[in-house]
């Protein structure tokens, strides 16, 4: 009911190595505990952005038959995740030598650089394959940056406290599954993409059985169902923030990981097939 379709780990002689480098990167960083501020998980969107582009360019077929199990689901985010920590860690050293004012600023230009480039090759592609289409990715952007604005600001006049002290990464978080929600929803209603996710095909089958369906299609309750369980999330760890902010922003941003992911893939998987 939860994993997506397609999900497959790759062979062993391909897994083992990747675990390896990622169990070693995970070592370093937590023995050099670098700052974890609103700033740091807001310079890793990038590369969450990074994990979704690169699983797109293995769908579309773009990369060579060698290194195609290193960027299937879930393996591209362990992929990731072993360049984004080793983006980390050279940032934490350059910092610690002076040589560098901030570690996220660091790390934000790294994935940004990273996320360009391929996002780029992947619109390319889609380009010259004649499937290029941005009306519905750039309209999912502008309905999701809308809902995330209503939300929040719903939850700023109600519990003024929460949004404070969750601030950015909390904002973050709600945009990030609302972008999952509004992409899911146009691709249901408007373009008929087969949902891959069991339990969120189960709730958009059961809005089409709703009466609203006929007048405004049955992604509209996916949407609230992702924007309202983002929000408790958000409220239930405004007391974990204000006691251990460093652990709280990292497992937020873990949480909006899980839906900025996803809400990118769709977007972009839409403007290029």
């Known amino acids: ?69 290193l960027f299937g689901s879930p393996t591209v985010y362990l992929t990731t995740a072993v360049v984004a920590g080793a983006t980390w860690i050279i940032g934490s050293f350059l910092y610690a030598a002076g040589l560098q004012r901030s570690i996220a600023r660091f790390v934000g230009i790294g994935g940004t650089g990273f996320v360009s480039v391929f996002a780029m090759f992947a619109l390319y592609l889609g380009w010259e394959a004649g499937t290029f289409s941005p009306f519905w990715p750039v309209i999912s952007v502008v309905v999701a940056g809308v809902v995330t604005a209503i939300a929040w600001i719903a939850l700023s006049l109600w519990f003024t406290e929460v949004a404070a002290i969750t601030s950015l990464t909390g904002v973050f978080v709600v945009f990030s599954h609302s972008l999952d929600g509004v992409t899911t929803a146009i691709g249901w209603d408007r373009i008929g993409v087969h949902e891959q996710v069991p339990a ?23 949407v609230l169902v992702k924007v309202a369980l983002a929000l408790a999330v958000v409220g239930l760890f405004t007391d974990y923030v204000r006691e251990e902010p460093r652990q709280a922003r990292l497992l937020l941003g873990l949480v909006a990981a899980v839906g900025l992911g996803p809400g990118v893939h769709n977007v972009l998987l839409f403007a290029v097939t």
Do not use: C
């Open 1 to 69: 009911m939860v994993l997506p379709e397609g999900f497959a780990l790759p062979p062993l002689f391909y897994l083992v190595p990747l675990v390896l480098v990622l169990a070693g990167v995970v070592a370093l960083l937590w023995a050099l505990e670098p700052p974890i501020t609103d700033e740091t998980v807001i310079a890793f969107a990038p590369w969450m952005m990074l994990g979704s582009t690169l699983h797109v360019l293995y769908k579309i077929d773009a990369f060579p038959s060698t290194l195609e199990p």
């Open 200 to 222: 969120s095909r189960v709730i958009l089958e059961f809005s089409e059985m709703l009466p609203t369906a006929d007048y405004i299609g049955a992604g509209w309750l996916f």
